[in-house]
DNA sequence: TTGACATGGTTTGTACTACCAACCATCCTG
DNA sequence: CAGGATGGTTGGTAGTACAAACCATGTCAA
């Protein structure tokens, strides 16, 4: 083993508790992980089923049942692209848009407090520093909250 | 929303980076992100099934399924305590050390390339921004990889 | 133009995850 | 010793995820 694992094992140890804090969040209002990140994809995109897939890292057999389950449930909705009659778009409804608006508000207000144990400079550094390793140095509103690997 | 959620943002976007990391390399070992998780845990940890629970923040009954399956594949074992007999203790196997250490081997190896994006000075700086927010200030070797809550 | 192949989604079947409620076994306490 | 509390397992249900088989539509080349 490297001698110096430090970093890496910080990033897992802190990865698991923003996950304890999204999931803890989403079983609130009974969403998986996976269907709330689903949600905030959508927030600003309209992708087709298999580019959802591809954007998660699931099959596209998995995309049918969680977009379906979300579709019953009135967040989401499948339309048919005109010009190709085989792709089904999957947007987000008013409904599941203002769920996903409070959700990241809870999300944000429960991070909050660890946060917050940094002072305002080294928030900001910490932040440089994180989109710096995810690849985002020139952050790009373009990649929002939620997004693929 | 609260105009600054730059930081949450960010860790909550890193976190899905991480966690697609773990979740791929679990996959190419037939691991769950839970299983490698149990795994990391019992590391360094002989729990009996409730503090198993306890940690994972997941229910016994889930525990049950969980350790049995991993029993099966011989990684882990369950002990009954002599103190109480209604307890049981679950220790890692020598396979399940093994494994275990491969596995994070090659988590670090593959978080490496996003980490080597810093400065060897930022790095150590990142590291300390992270144990500062999760609380590990005193970057205490008690409290290691994949730990709970 | 039409046959062959590629692409986009759904369906079906299986295994795992996770919860709850009900249940035994063992411990503890009055 | 009779409750009740605690530790785990079992059974039932819903969701998650994959792979394979499938249908519909689109594309390309002979």
Redesign the pocket.
């Known amino acids: 083993m490297k001698p110096d694992d430090a970093l890496e094992d910080a990033l897992v140890r802190v990865s698991f508790r923003v996950m304890a804090v999204l999931t803890r969040i989403g ?1 609130e209002h ?6 709330l990140r689903l949600l905030g994809l959508l927030r600003d995109r309209r ?7 591809a954007f ?15 579709e019953r449930r009135g967040l989401v909705a ?1 339309g048919k ?1 005109p ?8 947007t987000i409804t008013p409904a599941g848009r203002e769920l996903a608006e409070r959700l990241q508000e809870e999300v944000n207000a429960t991070l909050a407090p660890f946060t917050d144990r940094l002072e305002p400079a080294d928030r900001h550094l910490l932040t440089h520093l994180l989109d710096t390793i995810a690849g985002n140095s020139g952050h790009s509103d373009e990649e929002r909250w939620l997004n693929a690997p």
């Open positions: 079983s009974d969403l998986s992980l996976t269907q992708p087709r089923m298999t580019d959802l897939a998660l890292g699931l099959d596209k057999s998995t995309m049918s049942g969680l977009v379906e389950r979300a499948r692209s010009e190709d009659r085989r792709v089904v778009d999957v």
